[in-house]
């Protein structure tokens, strides 16, 4: 079984840019979650998207959106970007119908900010 | 607030030593308890959870951890580390109630093995 892929594995923007990362998650799990780890904050939760649907937000500025299709994969974007945002960009899957959820991890999309 | 507290940000050991990672949780009604590992250039991976029945859990690798109700405490452990064991470990806590379940995560513990 395929675990969670994240596309590209790095990337390097500068400032005022925009971003999309990618995120197909493991066959059948309909939920996927996005979180920033930077090491001084660690891992911070920003969003979550279960069929198609944004169901938990953290607490980021609107600059930080994502989607999720119809295939549960799901894209996340950045606009505008600052150098504050570099950081490894990590997606998780699951199984949101089993309780409680557990989460299956990508191997994270490296993004540094010029 | 619901929060999850581990204590040590970085832990240095010395190959074969033994080694406890320690994680606090702020009380609540009912937990899930967690550890992921981390290593170099690698997204996480669930090491071993507590979700119910016997406190003390096991990974496959050696590691075992405990769920101390009292101590609001699941701090990770294994008796004799190897060099391979050199990663960031992550503890994280399902807070559940009403119905909602928010997943927490802890700051991360950076442990290396030295030989």
């Known amino acids: 079984k395929a675990g969670v892929t994240q596309t590209p594995r790095y990337l390097i923007k500068t400032r005022g840019q925009q971003v999309t990362l990618s995120c197909s998650p493991i066959?059948?799990?309909?939920?996927v979650s996005w979180y920033q780890q930077t090491p001084g904050q660690g891992l911070q939760f920003l969003f979550e998207?279960?069929?198609?649907?944004?169901?938990n937000k953290g607490n980021f500025p609107g600059r930080f959106s994502g989607r999720q299709f119809s295939n549960s994969r799901s894209e996340m974007n950045v606009s505008t970007l600052e150098l504050g945002d570099s950081a490894l960009y990590l997606c998780?899957?699951?199984?949101?119908?089993?309780?409680?959820?557990?989460?299956?991890f990508g191997s994270g999309t490296q993004l540094s900010v010029l | 607030a619901q929060s999850v507290t581990q204590l040590d940000s970085q832990v240095p050991v010395f190959e074969e030593a033994p080694v406890e990672l320690r994680c606090n949780y702020s009380?609540?009604?009912?937990?899930?308890l967690f550890w992921y590992v981390q290593y170099p250039n690698q997204g996480l991976q669930l090491l071993l959870k507590?979700?119910?029945?016997?406190?003390l859990v096991e990974s496959i690798n050696g590691f075992e951890a405990e769920f101390n109700k009292s101590q609001t405490s699941f701090h990770l452990r294994k008796p004799s580390v190897h060099i391979s064991d050199t990663a960031e470990y992550f503890c994280?806590?399902?807070?559940?109630?009403?119905?909602?379940?928010?997943?927490?995560f802890g700051k991360g513990t950076k442990l290396t093995v030295n030989p």
């Open positions: 998207y279960f069929s198609e649907t944004q169901r």
């Open positions: 994280a806590v399902i807070y559940a109630q009403g119905g909602s379940e928010k997943l927490v």
């Open positions: 066959s059948g799990h309909r939920s």
């Open positions: 507590y979700l119910s029945g016997s406190t």
């Open positions: 009380s609540s009604v009912s937990v899930y």
């Open positions: 998780a899957s699951s199984r949101r119908d089993s309780f409680p959820m557990e989460l299956f």
